[in-house]
């Protein structure tokens, strides 16, 4: 009999540690439900969306020029005078076509960003239901694109009521603080920044408790979620922390602005997507969460298989009966006559 092997160190430190289980449980699901390829999709898709977003906020500042001749006179001069030679003109005309194609570009805008976002929340929405073990619904196209589009202005509105509440308590804190006489003291702003923490932990854990449980295909109990939206938040505050110590180390060096403030963007951005999936996984293995859907048996095949007879199976059979055939004549022909 097989003697059963001792369990690896490994083994007995996630017996012993039911946080380490779960965090080994969470990479699994990570590494096994494809959570590389939904970050790189996810990244890809957010980068792509800031094209359209540029491009209808010259487009909204085009109609502001447009309507304050003043203003793109004033503007148009003081780029003429800080520019050297032919590069204040150039400047001017381009400036002087945005102003002009503001329509346009709005529109074009529009279209990729209508684009662009759809296919961000289809790969977010679709990350969220593989990371929860959810099988995706098969439907049509259309269909698709409308709820995701319907998904994208829901996590819209999320995000409106998220900074609706953090600069509403904002603003609270400071009237309070002005009706004691003490807004414009260092203590009183410490205080108000330490109210504005809490506010924003606050709003963020809305907003990732209904991205954990409405985006996915199929809704999930926000039971499930809360710790899940809990980490999300914090992880969320740390990275804008280390975001904002980050800009103000590259702020002093115009090459640093130009370039190390896009690198930090990208580097935000696939940071963010990797702890949304990362948090779900996390989320969906915990002892409480609801358990995976069966997954139906892949379709079975059925092949007719046709059995050729043996040709070689043949010949001991008929070597046998030649040789029984044989030996029978021969015995008849040795075996004495009886005389009459």
Do not use: C
Not at 96 to 123: A, C, D, K, P
Not at 313 to 337: E, F, M
């Amino acid at each position: 009999m097989r003697e059963k092997q001792a369990p690896t160190k490994w083994q007995r430190l996630r017996a012993r540690y039911r946080w380490l289980d779960h965090v080994a449980r969470a990479v699994n699901r990570y590494i096994e439900y494809g959570g590389y390829h939904y970050v790189a999709s996810i990244t890809y898709f957010s980068l792509f969306s800031l094209v359209p977003i540029l491009m209808v906020a010259v487009s909204v500042a085009g109609f502001v020029l447009a309507s304050q001749p003043q203003l793109i006179e004033s503007m148009l001069n003081a780029i003429t005078g800080t520019l050297p030679g032919g590069l204040g003109d150039k400047a001017g005309e381009l400036l002087t076509g945005f102003v002009e194609q503001r329509t346009s570009v709005g529109i074009i805008g529009l279209i990729i960003g209508l684009y662009s976002g759809w296919n961000w929340m289809n790969s977010l929405r679709d990350a969220l239901t593989a990371l929860w073990g959810q099988n995706r619904s098969d439907l049509p196209l259309l269909r698709t694109i409308a709820a995701d589009l319907l998904a994208l202005l829901g996590l819209a509105s999320a995000l409106l009521v998220s900074f609706a509440i953090t600069i509403s308590g904002s603003a609270l804190g400071r009237y309070l603080l002005g009706l004691a006489g003490v807004d414009d003291t260092a203590w009183g702003h410490n205080v108000l920044s330490a109210i504005s923490i809490p506010l924003a932990l606050l709003a963020n854990w809305l907003v990732f408790l209904w991205v954990l449980t409405r985006l996915p295909r199929k809704p999930v109990g926000v039971r499930s979620a809360m710790r899940g939206a809990v980490a999300l938040a914090l992880g969320f505050e740390l990275l804008k922390l280390a975001g904002g110590i980050y800009l103000r180390l590259i702020g002093n060096s115009p090459t640093g602005v130009a370039f190390g403030s896009i690198i930090g963007l990208i580097f935000f951005i696939s940071l963010v997507a990797r702890m949304l999936v990362f948090v779900t996984a996390w989320t969906a293995t915990a002892r409480d969460a609801p358990p995976d859907p069966v997954r139906p048996p892949p379709p079975v095949v059925v092949r007719p298989v046709v059995a050729a007879p043996d040709r070689h199976g043949l010949k001991p059979v008929l070597v046998g009966a030649v040789t029984g055939v044989v030996a029978t004549l021969a015995a008849q022909r040795l075996r004495p006559r009886r005389r009459p």
